[in-house]
């Protein structure tokens, strides 16, 4: 089943107690992305990745860290969380931007992070 | 980026024809429009994508006038599964890396 799957689904955690959260999707995508959910923000996107080794900033990257070694996996990584990264985590990935195609993105079933 | 605008909220009944309207007047030539669903707790879902005039599938159909300043999603016959919130989003994959997701609209369907 294609899928893009997280782990872990639910995590509380204390400051600075640094923490990965992972992403893996199986439909061979080259693109990948980490997205924040708020209440009465909507989605916002953290980092973003167009394929292996290369990563980007999106709208809200600030304490947080990605990396890109395999095509299959993007994990989001909190050197020191803090409480205002308290939060809902989504995961999505989507063929290669360009490659012509719907470029619909696959979301994961979301982390949902709580930083005492 | 062509930035959307759409309304925070919207009722209706069950059995009704719903249509979300999505403005974006500074839409580029190249620039798709895209509409997801996202239910509570959930990752958002691709429900329908155009260019111009009217795409249909067999969840939605969304028409996009000739200046594409604005699109209008329609749900046909709404059950109350399809409480939900609602993203309009609008942007050329093959040259946008960013994406951005908006606050979207949330429809209430009562019974």
């Known amino acids: 089943e294609a899928q893009v799957t997280q782990n872990p689904r639910y995590l509380i955690t204390v400051t600075g107690k640094k923490l990965t959260v992972t992403c893996s999707q199986n439909?061979?995508?080259?693109?990948m992305s980490w997205y924040r959910q708020d209440p009465g923000l909507g989605l916002r996107q953290i980092y973003y990745?167009?394929?292996?080794?290369?990563?980007d900033k999106g709208d809200v990257p600030e304490g947080y860290k990605v990396s890109r070694k395999e095509k299959r996996n993007f994990p989001l990584i909190l050197e020191s969380p803090s409480p205002n990264q308290t939060s809902l985590y989504f995961c999505?990935?989507?063929?290669?931007?360009?490659?012509?195609?719907?470029?619909?993105?696959?979301f994961g079933p979301g982390t949902r992070l709580t930083v005492l | 980026l062509a930035k959307t605008t759409q309304p925070i909220s919207m009722d209706s009944y069950e059995g009704q024809e719903v249509n979300i309207t999505c403005s974006h007047n500074?839409?580029?030539?190249?620039?798709?429009i895209t509409w997801y669903q996202q239910f509570p707790s959930q990752g958002p879902r691709f429900i329908i994508q155009?260019?111009?005039t009217k795409v249909t599938n067999e969840v939605a159909s969304l028409f996009i006038p000739a200046d594409r300043k604005s699109s209008t999603l329609s749900l046909p016959r709404v059950s109350l599964s399809d409480t939900a919130v609602y993203y309009c989003?609008?942007?050329?994959?093959?040259?946008?890396?960013?994406?951005?997701f908006g606050k979207g609209t949330r429809l209430h369907i009562l019974p």
């Open positions: 155009g260019y111009k």
């Open positions: 439909m061979n995508h080259e693109y």
């Open positions: 500074n839409i580029a030539t190249n620039d798709y």
């Open positions: 999505a990935s989507s063929t290669a931007v360009g490659s012509g195609d719907y470029n619909e993105q696959f």
């Open positions: 989003l609008v942007g050329d994959m093959g040259r946008d890396d960013k994406i951005i």
């Open positions: 990745s167009m394929n292996v080794e290369v990563t």
